[in-house]
């Protein structure tokens, strides 16, 4: 390999993040937006283990606030598996799948070598995925989605150029760069479907590590 071909692939690295942390900033905003949510988390937090506890305390003191009242509040039973579980499970699958479609977004959109066949792609994934999830769509929704999504690809930058340059070429040019289009964008989708899955898999990873760590140490 070439010294400069070496410099190109070190800094591809450097800049490259990990699925476990776009999941993770992904489940943090979307459960920062509400502030239910926080109050769940802290009060889950002050009736779990007591260097949560303390941790929790001291953070909240060194901003000026006292929570003395709000912990002799928390009488309850200590902070078990399943509660932990059902609290984060919900915003790490949220991540999951937020981080795959930014993906999809960056790969397609995104790229220095943005191209028509792409913007087709980008922005079926996101339609199909918005109208049926991981469900095959029907032949009526199917069409639909096609609609949308070419009709927002064809009045793209980029897509409007390639499109009338097809649409001056003929319309049996058109047809047939669409009906490869279709193909490929299908079989994008179900790659997508399996990059979501594996990015679930990691958010159930992330999970389990979390109430390892968490009741692990409560034990000891």
Same mark, same amino acid.
Not at 83 to 98: D, H, M, N, S, T
């Given at each position: 390999?070439?010294?400069?071909?070496?410099?190109?692939?070190?800094?591809?690295?450097?800049?490259?993040?990990?699925?476990?942390?776009?999941?993770?900033?992904?489940?943090?905003?979307?459960?920062?937006?509400?502030?239910?949510?926080?109050?769940?988390?802290?009060?889950?937090?002050?009736?779990?283990?007591?260097?949560?506890?303390?941790?929790?305390?001291?953070?909240?003191?060194?901003?000026?606030?006292?929570?003395?009242?709000?912990?002799?509040?928390?009488?309850?039973?200590?902070?078990?598996?399943?509660?932990? /579980?059902?609290?984060? =499970?919900? %915003? @790490? !699958?949220?991540?999951?799948?937020? #981080?795959?479609?930014?993906?999809?977004?960056?790969?397609?959109?995104?790229?220095?070598?943005?191209?028509?066949?792409?913007?087709?792609?980008?922005?079926?994934?996101?339609?199909?995925?918005?109208?049926?999830?991981?469900?095959?769509?029907?032949?009526?929704?199917?069409?639909?989605?096609?609609?949308?999504?070419?009709?927002?690809?064809?009045?793209?930058?980029?897509?409007?150029?390639?499109?009338?340059?097809?649409?001056?070429?003929?319309?049996?040019?058109?047809?047939?760069?669409?009906?490869?289009?279709?193909?490929?964008? /299908?079989?994008?989708? =179900?790659? %997508? @479907? !399996?990059?979501?899955?594996?990015? #679930?898999?990691?958010?159930?990873?992330?999970?389990?590590?979390?109430?390892?760590?968490?009741?692990?140490?409560?034990?000891?």
């Amino acid at each position: 390999m070439s010294r400069n071909a070496n410099i190109k692939e070190r800094k591809r690295h450097r800049g490259s993040v990990s699925i476990d942390s776009t999941i993770l900033l992904f489940s943090l905003l979307n459960a920062c937006l509400d502030k239910s949510v926080i109050n769940h988390a802290l009060q889950l937090a002050l009736r779990g283990p007591e260097y949560i506890r303390d941790g929790i305390k001291t953070l909240l003191e060194n901003q000026g606030l006292n929570i003395n009242a709000l912990i002799n509040d928390q009488s309850g039973p200590p902070t078990s598996q399943l509660e932990v /579980r059902e609290f984060v =499970e919900p %915003f @790490l !699958r949220k991540g999951a799948e937020i #981080s795959t479609l930014a993906q999809i977004a960056d790969i397609y959109l995104f790229a220095k070598d943005a191209t028509a066949e792409n913007v087709v792609y980008a922005f079926y994934i996101g339609t199909r995925y918005a109208f049926v999830r991981e469900r095959k769509p029907t032949k009526e929704e199917s069409k639909r989605i096609w609609e949308i999504a070419l009709w927002i690809a064809k009045n793209s930058k980029v897509g409007a150029i390639h499109w009338k340059q097809l649409e001056l070429r003929g319309q049996v040019h058109l047809n047939d760069w669409l009906n490869v289009m279709k193909e490929n964008a /299908r079989k994008r989708f =179900e790659t %997508f @479907l !399996r990059q979501k899955e594996r990015a #679930s898999r990691a958010s159930d990873a992330s999970l389990e590590a979390l109430l390892s760590a968490v009741f692990d140490v409560k034990r000891k």
